[in-house]
């Protein structure tokens, strides 16, 4: 198997394809290991772009940027190539395409994880590797409490939010897009119908309570199924 197809399945070197045939369940008890956060704390990123390897992106927005405990990482390198900007490594090899040069790279510090700072999230989602994305929890509700909360500029910061995974030509974004779009459908929130209506604050609210509640993210669904 091509190494592009055994990192996208978060296949490992010691893995032997007689295992994989004889255990139904290999991909989702790999998926499972691999799903967990890097990053515990929700307003230290805006997306999680999620993968089955484990190596999961993190996007960052301004707005939520003062808001997080992370540091601007200062050894990274960037060079353009064939026109476009690309972060690449100490020997020029190319890592990941950025949006623009006020892209930055911050980091936490506990755990070493790295986290873009970027005004173009649609630009990561389109260009980006990933099988699922979570919205950050910080600006939507208490997962202690359980409770929706509305922090003061959190609507005006979900609505852009929104719109990046809308806009969004990834079928990825495109299926988590529909996802936020059914929920609370025909429930108290549902004040609009037809394929116009927007997605709303609440609907991203209670879409992420009730996604944290899910451990079966991984099933045999369709393309055409919501994650």
């Known amino acids: 198997m091509p190494k592009t197809m055994a990192t996208k399945y978060g296949l490992e070197i010691h893995d032997n394809l007689s295992a994989i045939k004889n255990d139904v ?3 989702y008890k790999r998926f499972k290991q691999k799903y967990r956060r890097l990053l515990t704390n929700d307003k230290d990123f805006t997306l999680e772009l999620k993968r089955l390897n484990g190596d999961h992106v993190y996007l960052i927005s301004q707005n939520d940027l003062a808001e997080s405990e992370l540091k601007e990482k200062t050894d990274v390198h ?36 790295e986290v873009i700072k970027t005004d173009n999230l649609t630009f990561y989602l389109d260009n980006l590797d990933y099988q699922n994305i979570e919205i950050s929890r910080a600006s939507s509700w208490d997962p202690t409490t359980g409770d929706v909360n509305i922090p003061a500029g959190s609507e005006q910061r979900i609505d852009e939010v929104i719109e990046a995974i809308k806009s969004s030509t990834n079928k990825i974004a495109k299926r988590v897009y529909k996802y936020y779009k059914n929920v609370g459908i025909d429930d108290e929130i549902d004040e609009t119908e037809g394929e116009e209506s927007e997605v709303t ?25 919501v994650i």
């Not at 026109?83 to 020997?91: I, P, Q, Y």
């Not at 099933?219 to 199924?225: A, I, L, P, V």
């Open 201 to 225: 604050y609440k609907q991203v609210a209670l879409g992420n309570k009730e996604r944290s509640s899910i451990d079966e993210h991984f099933t045999d669904k369709t393309d055409d199924e």
């Open 25 to 27: 369940g290999f991909f």
């Open 78 to 113: 960037y060079n353009y190539i064939d026109g476009k900007l690309w972060r690449v490594d100490a020997l020029g090899h190319r890592i990941y395409q950025v949006s623009s040069e006020n892209d930055k790279i911050y980091v936490n510090e506990a755990t070493g994880v």
